[in-house]
């Protein structure tokens, strides 16, 4: 195949693992789609910008155990492929059955599965900001009086009134039933 071009790609694996301890993260699995229960550090499935190109959104990230220094490698996989059919299948991230993508008869004159796998792998460090050292885990989960904005505060007063323009028209309301009720 080599005067074959790649017209499809799709990613996976995608495993991120710290070099000392070993310890490892898969964002994507072999079938293109995002890990499940990793949303925190990978919020989205990989796009496909064109058939050639893909992207995946994350979140940078240490073990528990990491340390100052330590090397992080980031392990992508790829696949090119000739036929759409081999590299992906419609909407297969949203299904809840992850099964292996449905080929479609083609004419028995093509070769089938052309498809070919290679891997980049590429080492980087995770720095903390000083920032960022001195705040507790918690941190973002406190709220400041300053998150408030001025919107926020804006839609709960329109929401109060609502609810009381609610409350007055159903007390009207109830009123008229009562009178005409006693005439």
Not at 27 to 32: S, T
Not at 34 to 50: M, Y
Not at 135 to 157: A, F, G, M, W
Request: glycine residues 2%; hydrophobic residues 35%; charged residues 25%.
């Amino acid at each position: 195949m080599s005067s074959t071009r790649w017209k499809y790609s799709r990613m996976g694996p995608v495993i991120i693992r710290n070099e000392k301890s070993k310890k490892h993260v898969t964002l994507v699995e072999e079938n293109g789609c995002r890990s499940p229960g990793i949303r925190s550090i990978c919020p989205f499935h990989p796009k496909q910008l064109h058939p050639l190109d893909n992207i995946l959104y994350f979140r940078a990230f240490l073990f528990d155990d990491s340390v100052k220094g330590d090397d992080m490698v980031l392990s992508v996989r790829m696949t090119g492929c000739l036929h759409a059919q081999d590299c992906f299948r419609n909407n297969i991230c949203e299904e809840s059955n992850f099964s292996p993508p449905h080929r479609s008869k083609r004419d028995i004159n093509e070769k089938s599965n052309e498809t070919t796998k290679w891997e980049s792998v590429l080492q980087f460090k995770v720095v903390m900001s000083p920032q960022d050292i001195t705040k507790s885990p918690l941190d973002p989960y406190k709220i400041n009086e300053s998150q408030y904005s001025l919107s926020s505060i804006v839609v709960i007063v329109l929401l109060m009134v609502l609810l009381m323009l609610i409350l007055f028209l159903t007390l009207i309301l109830s009123f008229k039933l009562y009178f005409r009720h006693l005439n």
